[in-house]
C-alpha cells in the first residue's frame, strides 16, 4: 500500500538548484557592485556589504547614478529613482538589484 509520503514528489534535488541560482545570483551581483564601485576605494580599503556608498567611498551622486545604469543594463532590470535615492550601503544596493531582478 501507497502512503501519501510515497506519492508526494521528491522536491528536494528542485529545491537544491533553485537555493543554489539564488546564491549564485547574489553572488553575481556582489562581485559587479563591488567592481563597479573598486575606483571609488579609499586607502584600498575592501568594499564589504556594510560599506556606506557616500561615506565610506570617494564618490558623488554623478558616479553613483552612472554605476547604477550600468548595473541596470548588467542584470536587465530598471530600478525606480525613489529606489535609487534611498540606496546607502552596498547591501542595499545589492537587495534592490535581487529583487528587481527576480521578479
Known amino acids: 500500500m501507497q502512503t501519501a509520503r510515497n506519492l508526494a514528489p521528491d522536491t528536494r534535488g528542485a529545491i537544491n538548484v533553485l537555493e543554489r541560482e539564488r546564491i549564485t545570483l547574489r553572488d553575481d551581483v556582489m562581485y559587479e557592485v563591488c ?3 573598486a575606483p571609488y576605494r579609499v ?3 575592501p568594499i564589504t556589504a556594510q560599506t556606506v556608498i557616500y561615506d565610506d567611498l570617494s564618490i558623488d551622486s554623478l558616479a ?3 554605476i547604477v545604469v550600468e548595473l541596470e543594463d548588467r542584470f536587465d532590470i530598471a530600478i525606480p529613482i ?3 535615492a534611498e540606496i546607502r ?3 542595499v544596493l545589492a537587495d534592490a ?3 528587481l531582478a527576480r521578479t
Open 35 to 37: 567592481r563597479q564601485l
Open 89 to 91: 550601503t552596498v547591501k
Open 64 to 66: 553613483v547614478m552612472d
Open 97 to 99: 538589484i535581487l529583487a
Open 82 to 84: 525613489n529606489t535609487v
Open 43 to 45: 586607502d584600498d580599503k
